[in-house]
């Protein structure tokens, strides 16, 4: 049994193998992969035919795609803004990836106000918190410490901050208790 599996098993289809065998698929999987035999590689059915369209196709493989300097019909201009991720972007340049082309609108009014770019892990927050006021003098640069001493847990009053870590504690036991630990 295991001669006939490992001259065979990299060419002769699996369920073959079972039934000459008298074993289940898997368990022909299992034998083979215990012993560390693998299947030759297929070559696929298309391999080679890189610009060649079955037959009765016609042309239409080499005459729908886009043209040298064709621009898709959704292309936006600089400028532009859009909706992402449930926040305002603006559009800020036409080539690169989505997050060097689109870039948060705050952080746009931000730079242009102040004319340096937001440096690395900074963000530009709203004072207010109103979100939907743009106004340069609403919006503030905070630095990594800062945006930490602004959210920290310790900015609240006592009750408050142990009723949050008694929080926590008690879905960590829930949480453990669910996965039945």
Not at 38 to 46: E, T
Not at 136 to 161: F, G, W, Y
């Amino acid at each position: 049994m295991e001669a006939y599996l490992s001259a065979n098993y990299a060419t002769v289809p699996g369920p073959e193998i079972a039934r000459a065998l008298g074993l289940t698929l898997r368990q022909v999987q299992c034998k083979a992969h215990a012993k560390g035999l693998k299947k030759a590689a297929r070559r696929p059915w298309n391999a080679g035919m890189a610009g060649q369209m079955p037959e009765g196709w016609g042309d239409w493989g080499r005459t729908a795609k886009f043209k040298p300097g064709h621009t898709p019909h959704n292309v936006q201009p600089v400028g532009s803004e859009a909706i992402r991720y449930g926040r305002p972007y603006m559009k800020v340049r036409m080539s690169g990836t989505q997050n060097e082309c689109w870039r948060p609108k705050q952080e746009v009014i931000w730079e242009r106000h102040h004319g340096r770019p937001v440096p690395p892990r900074h963000v530009v927050v709203f004072r207010d918190g109103d979100r939907n006021n743009y106004a340069p003098e609403n919006l503030e640069l905070l630095s990594p410490q800062e945006r930490m001493a602004r959210n920290s847990i310790h900015n609240l009053p006592k009750q408050v901050a142990q009723l949050l870590h008694l929080r926590g504690v008690l879905n960590r036991q829930i949480k453990r208790i669910e996965n039945g630990k």
